[in-house]
Nanobody, 118 residues
Framework: VQLVESGGGLVQPGGSLRLSCAASGFTFGSHVMKWYRQTPGKERELVAT????????NYGDSVKGRFTISRDNAKNTVYLQMNNLRPEDTAVYYC????????????WGQGTQVTVSS
């Protein structure tokens, strides 16, 4: 099983980035997908969630209206489009997969660094 994030980097405030998470080794289309982020000394924060078919999404209050989560089940990939980035968005971003039925197997990616700075 693998979740491989990409697309992180350094961006100026107000800029945009698109993160991707490529999945393999499990039935991607059967899993709810989430993006989390974490900064040193803080708990991991839920950023966005997308349902298995992509018809339902949810966002953390701090990113609503700026971030968009989407998925392509044919490509086994989930995306996070991040617009109007702020310095406080700086974090390591993690991709997470969760099967909604027992035993609710879950998987984490290794993370990708996003730094928002001028």
């Amino acid at each position: 099983v693998q979740l491989v994030e990409s697309g992180g980097g350094l961006v100026q405030p107000g800029g945009s980035l698109r993160l991707s998470c490529a999945a393999s080794g499990f039935t991607f289309g059967s899993h709810v997908m989430k993006w989390y982020r974490q900064t040193p000394g803080k708990e991991r924060e839920l950023v966005a969630t997308i349902s298995t078919a992509g018809g339902s999404t949810n966002y953390g209050d701090s990113v609503k209206g700026r971030f968009t989560i989407s998925r392509d089940n044919a490509k086994n990939t989930v995306y996070l489009q991040m617009n109007n980035l702020r310095p406080e968005d700086t974090a390591v971003y993690y991709c997470y997969a969760l099967h909604p039925l027992p035993p609710r197997r879950d998987y984490w990616g290794q993370g990708t660094q996003v730094t928002v700075s001028s």
